[in-house]
């Protein structure tokens, strides 16, 4: 593999650095460090890329993608880490609308994909019930057929952001007499101003919405928000799940919390020295810099099988498990790094802060003052997506054979 960029992608990396500092939003500034993001805040630019035409970089030209190569899609990702843009949320552009566009009708690829395109209409995900995690096949809501409607009940959980969304997309039982669990599953799409849906929020140890429950009471959807056939809806999902683990990874990010990571070890000090003279600390981040680099490799390669027509698949695992590590691997030196300058704080947050309204700044250097709320946030990636245990076994099934 060439990993040299030839004069054209060059031309290209020029491109996409100078739209990004011309078109990027200024008010959005490094939201690694904001914790106060408003929907449109989340949208802003989404829509600046749907109007250019970059919302969906990894979608098939004729529904409104880039056709940009292996290697482009790689410099994009990589510009927009270097400025830590808030890119479009993943729901709509890499997990329901690869959906529609695979299996849905001509009516739902017309109804839905212009929307997601541009950042006008917002997804959510109704997977995960408090009962079905990684074993989603277990999941209980079920949506029973009535006329020209499904009638849907049930409740799900950890709907991330679901408080803004205008759609979402669920996995609902159709045939609670299967022979097996997954074979009694549909993918159905839902309006969430339909009568019945409530959004609860699920408040965090530091007072933030990020997560919901969803409840679902007699809920009526139009047959013909059904994709694909009906009971077929876990293939649809394992489908979206690759796609899905495949970004999880999150190479180019990672790339740059090491530059950041470095650039903290080289501030903070040990006995009087940088603390990125330490052989012990040194060779963490080294370490951590091999692995990601072995990383990357395994996703340009990834990416060049997708170009070549071939969708995401057991690699993604691979993908998911390693990334999602080595992002933990990294909040941790970060937060080791920093010191006693971690020790979170909560500002104004009623009864967690001690003194509401306060207007004490935190201790220490900015870059610290969110180290620890990010490691902790970051525990999670190993779960969500398919916990990284269920991965290993669907590589020792589908790779390995085993």
């Given at each position: 593999?060439?990993?040299?960029?030839?004069?054209?992608?060059?031309?290209?990396?020029?491109?996409?650095?100078?739209?990004?500092?011309?078109?990027?939003?200024?008010?959005?500034?490094?939201?690694?460090m904001?914790?106060?993001l408003?929907?449109?805040?989340?949208?802003?630019?989404?829509k600046?890329?749907?109007?250019?035409?970059?919302?969906?970089?990894?979608?098939?030209?004729?529904?409104?993608?880039?056709?940009?190569?292996p290697?482009?899609?790689?410099?994009?990702?990589?510009?927009?880490?270097?400025?830590?843009?808030?890119?479009?949320?993943?729901?709509?552009?890499?997990?329901?609308?690869?959906v529609?566009?695979?299996f849905?009708?001509e009516?739902?690829?017309?109804q839905?994909?212009?929307?997601?395109?541009?950042?006008?209409?917002?997804?959510?995900?109704?997977?995960?019930?408090?009962?079905?995690?990684?074993?989603?096949?277990?999941?209980k809501?079920?949506?029973?057929?009535?006329?020209d409607?499904?009638?849907i009940?049930?409740?799900?959980?950890?709907?991330?952001?679901?408080?803004?969304a205008d759609?979402g997309?669920f996995?609902?039982?159709?045939?609670?007499?299967?022979?097996?669990?997954?074979?009694?599953?549909?993918?159905?799409?839902?309006?969430m101003?339909?009568?019945?849906v409530?959004?609860?929020?699920?408040?965090?140890?530091?007072?933030g919405?990020?997560?919901n429950e969803?409840?679902?009471t007699?809920v009526?959807?139009?047959v013909?928000?059904?994709v694909?056939?009906?009971n077929k809806?876990?293939?649809?999902?394992?489908?979206?799940?690759?796609h899905?683990r495949?970004?999880i990874?999150?190479?180019?990010?990672?790339?740059r919390?090491v530059?950041?990571?470095?650039e903290i070890?080289?501030?903070?000090?040990?006995?009087?020295?940088?603390l990125i003279?330490d052989?012990?600390?040194a060779?963490?981040v080294s370490?951590?810099e091999i692995?990601?680099?072995a990383?990357?490799?395994?996703?340009?390669?990834?990416?060049a099988?997708?170009?070549?027509?071939?969708?995401?698949g057991?690699?993604?695992s691979?993908l998911?498990i390693?990334?999602?590590?080595i992002?933990?691997?990294?909040?941790?030196?970060t937060?080791?790094a920093?010191?006693s300058y971690?020790t979170?704080y909560?500002?104004?947050?009623?009864?967690?802060s001690?003194?509401?309204?306060?207007?004490q700044y935190?201790i220490?250097?900015?870059?610290?003052?969110?180290?620890?709320?990010?490691?902790?946030?970051?525990r999670?990636t190993s779960?969500?997506?398919?916990?990284n245990e269920?991965?290993r076994?669907?590589?020792?099934?589908?790779?390995?054979?085993?």
């Amino acid at each position: 593999m060439n990993l040299e960029f030839t004069p054209e992608e060059l031309a290209f990396r020029e491109e996409v650095r100078t739209f990004i500092e011309a078109n990027y939003p200024k008010h959005l500034g490094d939201t690694g460090m904001r914790e106060d993001l408003s929907r449109e805040d989340f949208v802003a630019w989404h829509k600046v890329l749907g109007e250019k035409g970059w919302s969906v970089p990894a979608w098939p030209e004729q529904y409104g993608g880039t056709g940009w190569t292996p290697t482009q899609r790689y410099i994009w990702s990589e510009e927009n880490a270097r400025v830590n843009a808030l890119m479009p949320l993943p729901f709509g552009v890499s997990m329901v609308g690869p959906v529609i566009y695979t299996f849905g009708n001509e009516e739902q690829k017309a109804q839905h994909l212009p929307g997601i395109r541009s950042g006008e209409t917002w997804w959510c995900q109704g997977y995960s019930e408090p009962g079905a995690g990684s074993d989603l096949a277990s999941l209980k809501t079920t949506a029973v057929r009535d006329g020209d409607h499904y009638v849907i009940n049930g409740q799900k959980t950890w709907t991330t952001l679901a408080q803004y969304a205008d759609w979402g997309f669920f996995l609902c039982r159709t045939a609670p007499d299967a022979a097996k669990p997954q074979e009694g599953i549909s993918f159905i799409l839902i309006d969430m101003k339909t009568p019945g849906v409530e959004v609860k929020p699920i408040k965090l140890l530091d007072g933030g919405h990020e997560v919901n429950e969803t409840w679902l009471t007699d809920v009526r959807v139009p047959v013909e928000n059904l994709v694909g056939e009906e009971n077929k809806g876990w293939t649809y999902a394992k489908f979206l799940l690759a796609h899905e683990r495949s970004g999880i990874a999150g190479v180019a990010r990672s790339k740059r919390g090491v530059e950041r990571l470095r650039e903290i070890a080289g501030e903070e000090l040990l006995d009087g020295e940088p603390l990125i003279n330490d052989f012990d600390f040194a060779r963490k981040v080294s370490q951590l810099e091999i692995d990601l680099a072995a990383l990357e490799i395994t996703e340009l390669r990834t990416l060049a099988g997708e170009q070549a027509g071939k969708g995401p698949g057991p690699e993604s695992s691979i993908l998911k498990i390693k990334g999602t590590e080595i992002q933990q691997r990294l909040t941790e030196l970060t937060l080791e790094a920093v010191g006693s300058y971690g020790t979170p704080y909560y500002g104004n947050i009623a009864g967690l802060s001690g003194d509401e309204g306060s207007n004490q700044y935190p201790i220490g250097p900015d870059y610290a003052h969110h180290s620890a709320a990010t490691y902790f946030n970051m525990r999670k990636t190993s779960i969500y997506g398919g916990s990284n245990e269920i991965q290993r076994n669907i590589i020792t099934k589908m790779i390995l054979g085993l």
